[in-house]
């Protein structure tokens, strides 16, 4: 745990070999690194490398930024960020090689040192690395030149499983489901179905007195070169913990319990005894404006029970809930799907859409409801289905039932999570697929072109169409789906 709360830091500490200089061994050693995580299976793939930079890492949202920035200072920034991305990574992949790994990659590198020192020495090389090309000319543009974000989409897949016709019946499936969803969400809440009782999650600890004002902390917060606010951490947390939902849980079985995620046996289990919300921060577009996004996981042990196709029934199961502020802070939309990438819906403030746009290819876009008028003053209140686990309503927090408490973790906790050893292995393998997750979905879906469909996936791995193509991490989502006021 020390090392998952120190970080990767750089420590400039870097052992040299004889008759080399510092970039080169630390060129060198980065290398080593790079074969040796590749090698065990370990690559933090939340995250893209960028190819001739390995001191570089990227996302989707960053990627986007390099075809609208141009300034100096914002050049800058978008460097920095992706840095900050390889440093994070390589904290994770060399925490998640077991020990003989570990020890492997040591003697290869002619250090004698422990995990964390070792750590700590990489990023000083990615540090130095990246220092050292902050004068090449045309640095942005060459790194603008090979970023590739994979897609998660299989293109010879949907070629050779003859998409265009088999998409026909999975549109028509897909538009059923998204009926029962607008249904659910234009019934009175005490009216929807309901198989067990009623279990309420809030976060602990998180009351009246301790919450803030979005926009507030926005007015007060410094902006970086591409327009977002640099939060100090105590702010960042209180943003986290004033944004946190209220769960309702149809509870008919232990599968419905939200849960924090332990290795058990070489599998990822759920412990229902420790109910545990997992977030992490990102960014997208609203309205062709940089927004800060957060985003709160939760996971469950099983999808089961009747009220779920059984195609989906399988071990591990979650939500995934983000609330997008707009430049100002104001929260203007919620989207919400399960961490396979499925069934995903927006959730917009009403006076920012001017309209919704219908899809050329697929369905139209699913927008069941819209963000209550008392959010962000009042706690967000999601009604979540046994067994199938779909949110049913989206209110304002005013329930007395039996609240249960629920803690807030970072959601890299899941990126390098200790099993009974103490050895440290991500819940998701080099494809960003929950281990022990599969369906029998790939088998009848394999023309949607969507490897592994169905299991639960890591952030940065969640395709959310299976007719058309969309990444829940596209920054374009938003302004791709909505016209604005």
Same mark, same amino acid.
């Given at each position: ?22 970039? +080169?061994?630390? #060129? ?7 074969? !040796?995580?590749?090698? !065990? ?17 990227? &996302?989707?949202?960053? *990627? +986007? ?37 570990? $020890?492997?990659? @040591? ?50 897949? #949907? ?6 016709? @088999?998409?026909?019946?999975? !549109?028509? *499936? ?7 969803? #607008? ?10 179905? %309901? ?40 702010? +960042? ?19 419905? #319990? ?79 799907? &399960? ?41 967000? $209140? ?8 779909? @949110? $049913?309503?989206?209110?304002?927090? &005013? ?23 103490? $050895? ?40 959310? %169409? ?20």
């Amino acid at each position: 745990m020390a090392l998952l709360v120190s970080g990767c830091q750089s420590t400039q500490r870097v052992i040299q070999t004889d008759a080399v200089s510092p970039i +080169e061994s630390c #060129r060198q050693l980065v290398s080593l690194v790079d074969q !040796a995580v590749v090698d !065990a299976g370990t690559t933090d793939t939340s995250v893209s490398r960028v190819k001739g930079f390995p001191y570089l890492r990227t &996302n989707r949202f960053l *990627a +986007e930024m390099a075809e609208t920035e141009d300034s100096p200072p914002a050049i800058r920034r978008w460097l920095e960020d992706m840095h900050q991305l390889d440093l994070e990574a390589r904290q994770k992949e060399i925490l998640n090689l077991d020990n003989n790994q570990f $020890q492997q990659l @040591v003697n290869q590198s002619r250090r004698l040192t422990d995990r964390k020192t070792f750590i700590d020495e990489v990023c000083a090389c990615s540090d130095r690395l990246f220092l050292s090309s902050a004068d090449q000319q045309d640095l942005a543009e060459n790194v603008q030149d090979v970023i590739d974000i994979p897609t998660e989409y299989r293109t010879w897949r #949907r070629v050779v499983g003859l998409y265009p016709l @088999v998409a026909l019946p999975v !549109a028509y *499936a897909s538009a059923e489901a998204f009926d029962e969803f #607008r249904a659910w969400h234009a019934m009175p809440p005490e009216k929807l179905p %309901k198989i067990g009782q009623p279990v309420v999650y809030r976060p602990a600890g998180r009351t009246v007195g301790n919450r803030i004002d979005p926009v507030t902390l926005y007015q007060t917060s410094p902006k970086d070169a591409l327009g977002l606010p640099r939060l100090a951490p105590q702010d +960042e947390q209180r943003l986290i913990d004033a944004l946190a939902p209220t769960i309702v849980q149809d509870t008919a079985a232990g599968y419905d #319990r939200i849960g924090q995620v332990q290795w058990s046996n070489g599998e990822p289990t759920i412990a229902h005894a420790i109910p545990t919300g997992y977030y992490y921060l990102s960014h997208g577009l609203f309205n062709r404006r940089p927004s800060l996004q957060i985003n709160f996981v939760f996971w469950y042990s099983h999808r089961a029970g009747d009220s779920a196709p059984w195609i989906e029934w399988g071990r591990l199961d979650g939500l995934t809930v983000r609330i997008s502020l707009d430049h100002t802070g104001r929260p203007v939309m919620l989207d919400i799907m &399960n961490n396979c990438g499925c069934y995903h819906f927006f959730v917009p403030k009403q006076s920012r859409i001017s309209s919704v746009q219908t899809s050329s290819v697929g369905l139209d876009p699913l927008v069941p409801a819209w963000l209550p008028d008392q959010f962000p003053e009042r706690r967000l $209140q999601l009604m979540v289905s046994s067994g199938w686990h779909q @949110v $049913q309503h989206i209110g304002e927090d &005013n329930t007395t039932d039996k609240t249960l408490s629920y803690e807030l973790r970072p959601y890299q906790e899941l990126e390098m999570l200790a099993d009974e050893s103490g $050895q440290h292995r991500s819940m998701f393998n080099a494809e960003g697929i929950a281990w022990g997750s599969e369906r029998v979905e790939p088998a009848l879906f394999f023309s949607m072109g969507i490897p592994s469909v169905g299991s639960m996936r890591q952030r940065g791995h969640h395709a959310i %169409k299976m007719v058309g193509r969309a990444h829940f991490d596209d920054p374009r989502l938003f302004d791709d789906t909505f016209e604005y006021r």
